[in-house]
């Protein structure tokens, strides 16, 4: 059997305001490929399958038009929630659904209850929500949840699971599902079985030959920006290998003043990436962002770390200490990376004055 190892498609996110509507829709037009070139039985989705609970219109038409086109190109569909997802919303109506060969399984009660494909049980192991389901963490729930499972597969079986392994790398886009400090859960949880395909983290990883992390078909923060993103084509017993996925735009993250991000060529290769911009001039310069999207028009982040300034270590009950008018000083100063000059502060103290006033008459 040859099965598609996906997951954390976030159907309906957005990158820091940037729609990445049209890159969800060729991802899923890449996978409908992929499934007709390399005849793929199964694809599974290993659950974030939308970016929230309440997912906006487009996202879940997308999704219903994804399932709908896999099933066409002849590969069955079994899908997990994940944290991002409401497990009640995902799996309505999944005892009808699965005649159509798409299986959408939500629930801490169908853990143990294999999909049978061919005659490989999958079982699905939703995102379980630790105080939801009566577990004091995750590691508690899961080791629950495939103590059950291990009663009743073989050797042969694959699991699916949304959850955070030991050993396995975290980005920024992920959402923290800690409890109590607790998250992470040993990878020994999953051995004995075929495939343990796993989703969550966005990276794709080898935790072994028989357990990964499919990651994220896009990046979704720009700590994604060095993955190779994709999915594993999965021979069971026999090869794995990543698929890798299409690439909207790149992800850069650059540095320096402002002056030489518009004027070096060092940055020409970058002009037409997604960026973020970290800007090293001593002061802030006057409407850094519009006058770089003059050369970098896809800036998305920017930020300010004024090169070989010391920032202040007071506590904030030392920095709110004076005047209205040293305060507020202190925060251009903190904020500008330069004091305020003496026509800016006199300006403030003729502001606060008339606050003063106003509020008195």
Known sequence: MRLLHTSDWHLGRSLHRASLAAAQEGFVDHLVDVVRAESVDVVVVSGDVYDRAVPPLEAVELCSSAFARLRDAGARVVVISGNHDSARRLGFGSSLIDASGVFLRTSLATVDVPVVLDGVPFFAVPYLEPAAHGFGSHVAALTDALTRVRAVAGPSSVVLAHCWVAGGDAAESERDISVGGVSRVPVSLFDGFGYAALGHLHGPQVLSPTVRYSGSPLAYSFSDAGHVKGSWLVELGGTVELVPAP?????????????????????????????????TDAARPDQAMERLRSRFPHVLVLGF???????????????????????????VSHVRGTSATAAETALLAEAFEAVRVGQSA
């Open 305 to 331: 770390e004024p090169a070989g300034v010391a920032r202040t270590l007071e506590s904030y009950a030392s920095r709110v200490r004076g005047s209205d008018v040293e305060v507020a000083s202190s925060f």
């Open 247 to 279: 690439v909207p735009r790149r992800l850069s993250v650059v540095r320096g003043s402002l002056s030489s991000l518009l004027s070096s060529a060092e940055f020409t290769s970058v002009e037409q990436d997604w960026l973020s911009v970290t800007l």
